[in-house]
């Protein structure tokens, strides 16, 4: 839950921060969004392996 409840906060600040320009403003917030959606492609999938488990 905490994955989705991340992946989607950093999409809303993405969509907040390039609206309308494609001037990089904020170079460190592409490296740290690029980690948050990379831990998401990974975290959700292996959620749905290990709660049914618990």
Known sequence: MMWTVVA???QFINSIV???YTINF???WCEISIQIILGASVG???SFCI???L
């Open 8 to 10: 989607c906060l950093n």
């Open 51 to 53: 709660i049914p488990r």
């Open 26 to 28: 904020a170079p460190w």
């Open 18 to 20: 390039w609206t309308r």
């Open 44 to 46: 959700i999938p292996a």
